[in-house]
């Protein structure tokens, strides 16, 4: 028995790990927001993805096979061929061979020129003749795109008839947003920011004076912007791009004693 022991107890650490899934709630929404997502919406998730250095699998995944079904169509519409590009960007960005053939196909077959061209790129950062490789239709769009109802729990059952409540609606209606700064990651969008936290309680914005430097073609960084969260704390923006004009995530300051105030 003593011999036994340290194996039981050693395989009895690992199953928790095995049964665990690593995906958290922003892991969850990039996974919704790409199976639903049109062109902008994918355009907007894959940057994200991209700036944040994305390796997760589970994500990875579902935008390897949203890339798959939508890239013949892509030649027909400049902005979708720039939210596939951005796919084959954030696959490439991986440095995971799971992802090669995918995005080699599209850089062989792609309709639009630009988009081949960055597809190729991308297909040549990953290593060839990975052990796994991600094969269309592994991932099935529809059930993210309609998941099942969460099922209602006895407590929240008891909670919802004590209120009158019908509690098949006692999970649907709680859409209060919640103050969790472990949701954000850099390279989010402000947008982002505001769907998951909700609106700040304070704003600034302000100039960097970099719009006087002279080899600023990109016009980067022009503009910071900060959210003040009351008692969570601030997150700082940058101007990417004046030529885009979306704000991302460069700094994320948790604050218990924030006021809130400019």
Known sequence: MRQRLPNYLFLLCLCPAFGASALDATDRRYMERLSKGGAETLREVAESLFLAGSTDTEVLDVAAEVLLQKYPR??????????????????????????????????????????????????????????????????????????????????????????????????????????????????????????????PTGQTQRMTGKQFQPFNFGARDLQRMTFAYQGSGRIEFSLRSAYQGVFRVIAINVDASESGYP
């Open 74 to 199: 892509a030649a027909l519409d400049r902005n979708a061929a720039d939210a596939m590009a951005w796919l084959c960007r954030v696959l490439g960005g991986s440095g995971n061979g799971r992802y090669q053939a995918a995005v080699d196909e599209v850089a062989k077959n792609g309709g639009d020129r630009r988009l081949r061209g960055h597809c190729a790129k991308a297909a040549k950062t990953l290593p060839k003749n990975a052990a796994e490789r991600y094969h269309a239709g592994t991932v099935d769009l529809e059930k993210l795109r309609h998941p099942p109802a969460p099922e209602v729990t006895d407590i929240q059952r008891v909670a919802a008839t004590a209120t009158g409540e019908n509690p098949e609606l006692a999970t649907a209606s709680a859409t209060g947003k919640i103050v969790d700064f472990s949701l954000i990651r850099e390279g989010m969008s402000s947008a982002e920011v505001i769907d998951i936290l909700g609106p």
